[in-house]
């Protein structure tokens, strides 16, 4: 076994640590953390696979950003668990506490382990290409060639969505100000 597909592996075995631990967390703080975690291996996985585009893609919209927004979200919101001051208690986990975070994620994670393991041994592995692939000319040629329609489309209905974000942003600013 190669270098390549044993990183790949290791990144992969870690990062479904990662992900059990953001469903099993018992505060939203730290499975937020652990989402961050999950995301930045994920594009380790890319690297390993040649997807350097993806890879960088994932650090910066998902890991920059989404967890960003996550993370200040969580900090703005009124959730008692982020703000208390005094150390929770853990208490043993019984009833639908056990089924919802002990035995449900346990099964889900099993199952999908062996779906992925058994895609992973029946797979064709290509080898990969001698030269160098400039992957992100390939992507940026597909988009501005073959894709330019829903390129443009996605852009127009990101706009829209923009716009009808801060009109109704306006709104409320306005009824505030009215006392309504």
Known sequence: M???RMA???LAAVAVVSAFRVVTAPKIMHAALW???TFFLVAGVFITLGA???AAAQVLVYVGAVTT???FGIMLSQAAEVRSREP???EPLEGTALWRRGVLPV???VAFVAIMIMVY???PWPTPATGAVDTVRLIGSALFTTYVIPFELAAVLLLIALVGAIVLAVRDDDKEEQGS
């Open 2 to 4: 190669d270098l390549a």
């Open 8 to 10: 790949f592996l290791a």
């Open 35 to 37: 989402l961050g975690f």
């Open 52 to 54: 350097e585009f993806l």
């Open 69 to 71: 927004i996550i993370l």
């Open 88 to 90: 929770v208690p853990v």
């Open 107 to 109: 099964v889900g994670t």
């Open 121 to 123: 041994l029946r797979a």
